[in-house]
């Protein structure tokens, strides 16, 4: 599960862009996006939470940022076809690659929204 800054950002893009479709989700208060949702595409699910900014009981205010030490690394069959349907979506921003890496993976990389690594790799 992993928190993020822009909860509808964060789903217009994984859903619109990278093709994921939401499968559960806690609504937020009234014009605020979900608090937590559940995203899928074919075999692999992920979880995103959202916390809007909130006061403490010493007048300061706290908003959680979103951060990740590392990227997120999925596996696919084909990612010469994953590249041809992203590269035709609107939003997706630049994608890096595909390309063959000395490690046996062929892969292709983006960037979300809340500035996250997505790689996504086929063994060569």
Known sequence: MLEVNDMRATIRYWTECLGFTVTA???GGTGEPPGWCNLARDDVSI???WEPEHSHDDGSSHRSE???AGSLYFN???VDALYDELRHRDGVGPIGGPIDRPHGMRELHVEDPNG???YFGQPL
Do not use: P, S, Y
């Open 25 to 27: 989700e806690l609504t």
């Open 47 to 49: 979880m995103f939470t």
């Open 66 to 68: 979103a951060n990740l």
């Open 76 to 78: 696919t069959d084909d």
């Open 116 to 118: 996250f690594q997505i």
